[in-house]
């Protein structure tokens, strides 16, 4: 019912910054919960930030400060402003679209930060 497309990942310097977009389909987009996480490679998928309905947040204490999670619910879509990126950065971020019964993934897009 929902599907999730992340996009705006890419390769960049440290200290540089990088936006991710996440489109959602659906008819109730507004009432999901939204989140951002990230998986490296041999690493577990760790949540990176949530932002409820009601616009409330969550940050992992590793990207605070740094990025910032919004949501335009006219547009269905999520965004991941991540600014001052560190290598530590580097993963596969996924979009993921939350309710109490059912939750959905995108396919992720890759972050890449190297000099």
């Known amino acids: 019912q929902v599907q999730l497309v992340e996009s705006g990942g890419g390769l960049v310097q440290p200290g540089e910054s990088l936006r991710l977009s996440c489109a959602a389909s659906?008819?109730?987009?507004?009432?999901?919960?939204m989140a951002w996480y990230r998986q490296a490679p041999g690493k577990q998928r760790e949540l990176v930030v949530a932002?409820?309905?009601?616009?409330?947040?969550n940050y992992a204490d590793s990207v605070k400060g740094r990025f910032t999670i919004s949501r335009d619910n006219a547009k269905n879509t999520v965004y991941l402003q991540m600014n001052s990126l560190k290598p530590e950065d580097t993963a596969v971020y996924y979009c993921?679209?939350?309710?109490?019964?059912?939750?959905?993934w995108g396919q992720g897009t890759q972050v890449t930060v190297s000099s």
């Open positions: 659906g008819s109730i987009f507004k009432i999901y919960t």
């Open positions: 932002i409820t309905s009601g616009g409330s947040t």
């Open positions: 993921n679209a939350g309710l109490p019964a059912r939750s959905y």
